[in-house]
């Protein structure tokens, strides 16, 4: 599987409806954090899902995910929420995803997401011109 070292960073602002009673970041909510990355790294390279649906067919579903907390965030915190790619296939793809405070790292995962075939709900070929844009450095 070939690797690029592109990184897309999203600031995040922490909101009460983000913590829990103690006031501290609830454990799904970096999962959304990383989800928001995720999907504006796309947009970034010029993709937008619901073109990738209905043009394409396709969507892409996160098939597994390797998470560490690591020092919890607070309300009205400034948070950044990082994505890269580790890894691609024909079919899949391997991030690399912070949730950062400044230079400390929150929380990290590795998600491996799959490009589905809407229709047959199977992995399917990530579409040719999103594997070029990966490919190019």
């Known amino acids: 599987m070939p690797e690029t070292n592109r990184e897309f960073i999203l600031p995040i602002r922490v909101y009460y409806e983000d913590t829990d009673a103690g006031g501290v970041v ?3 909510n970096y999962l959304k954090f990383m989800e928001r990355a995720r999907t504006e790294w796309l947009r970034s390279l010029g993709f937008e899902q619901d073109r990738l ?3 394409a067919g396709v ?3 996160v098939r597994g995910m390797e ?3 690591l020092k919890p965030a ?3 915190e400034m ?3 990082t994505a ?3 890894q691609f296939g024909k079919a899949s793809l391997v991030f690399n995803q912070t949730v950062v405070r400044g230079d400390e ?3 990290r995962a590795l998600v491996k997401v799959a490009c589905i075939d809407i229709d047959r709900f199977k992995p399917t070929a990530i579409p040719a011109e999103l594997l070029s844009e990966l490919t190019r450095n």
């Open 84 to 86: 890269s790619i580790k």
């Open 74 to 76: 607070r309300f009205n």
């Open 53 to 55: 649906r209905e043009e």
């Open 59 to 61: 969507v892409f579903a």
């Open 79 to 81: 948070l950044e929420a």
């Open 67 to 69: 998470l560490e907390f």
């Open 26 to 28: 609830y454990h799904t």
């Open 105 to 107: 790292c929150l929380c």
